[in-house]
């Protein structure tokens, strides 16, 4: 078994040669850990021959996009949002949604990156993601698209280890995903349930729950925190009246998953 096998540092040099060795790439860019960190490396590797690029769709909080351009301003990277419409193959929410969103939004990705004469499309995949439901891997991989953090060998724990000894901002920030985790499959999707769903998740977020989701069941709020932060909701209801600011926004119910959250909990496996 070889030293880097054992050590983060060994396979994060492993990452900067194999990203050398492509002379130029452009890096999907969400601003989240897996991707911030990816971006932050090829930076290292291949200095201003690399461009990021964050996809715009409806579904995609604003705040999460407001955060990406801080960070890519933050690296002095090269940095250009493409905005795109709703995929009208998804509007109904349908159980591959995943596969078909990332098909569709990487393919954009590719043809830009084509016209500007760049063969390496990377996004922030790593090893941990083998071992979740992520049917949108299908489609990069039909793509073509490069999953360097994956190659690498780097799980998530090493991203937020190497990530905090580097200085970067996102070591521990919490996993995100689009707005339509929110939503059950098989549910006609419009842009005001989506921004109603922002609005409840940006607000929850604001008094001091920075992993939470709102899943959204028609008339009813279910929150979704980790297990151990299920009663402080109960007392932060009393503090900051809760119950009445998701009213406010249509819900007529306001519930807490007493599971807790749980990454895909609306998926049909369960997962």
Not at 14 to 27: D, F, I, K, P, Y
Not at 59 to 74: G, L, N, T
Not at 105 to 130: P, W, Y
Not at 134 to 151: Q, T, Y
Request: charged share 25%; with cysteine; proline share 4%.
């Amino acid at each position: 078994m070889s030293q880097s096998d054992h050590n983060p540092d060994a396979r994060y040099a492993n990452l900067l040669q194999s990203l050398r060795e492509m002379g130029a790439a452009v890096v999907a860019f969400s601003g989240g850990l897996d991707s911030t960190f990816l971006l932050h490396a090829a930076r290292q590797a291949l200095e201003n021959n690399v461009l990021a690029v964050t996809l715009v769709t409806p579904y995609m909080s604003k705040a999460e996009i407001e955060e990406a351009k801080c960070a890519a301003r933050a690296m002095g990277a090269r940095h250009e949002i493409i905005e795109l419409p709703f995929p009208e193959s998804i509007r109904t929410n349908p159980p591959d949604r995943c596969y078909l969103c990332k098909h569709s939004l990487f393919s954009h990705l590719i043809e830009m990156a084509r016209k500007k004469g760049i063969g390496h499309v990377l996004d922030g995949t790593n090893l941990d993601d083998l071992g979740d439901y992520r049917p949108g891997l299908k489609a990069l991989r039909e793509l073509g698209v490069e999953s360097p953090l994956l190659a690498a060998g780097l799980s998530k724990q090493d991203l937020r280890t190497l990530a905090r000894a580097q200085g970067l901002d996102v070591w521990d920030k919490p996993a995100a995903a689009c707005l339509l985790t929110r939503i059950p499959h098989d549910t006609r999707v419009d842009e005001d349930e989506l921004r109603r769903i922002e609005q409840a998740e940006l607000f929850l977020k604001d008094i001091g729950f920075s992993a939470v989701r709102l899943r959204s069941h028609d008339d009813i709020a279910r929150i979704e925190v980790p297990p151990e932060q299920v009663t402080e909701v109960v007392r932060a209801n009393a503090e900051h009246g809760i119950d009445a600011r998701l009213k406010a926004l249509g819900y007529r119910h306001v519930t807490v998953d007493l599971a807790g959250y749980r990454m895909g909990s609306l998926n049909k496996n369960g997962t």
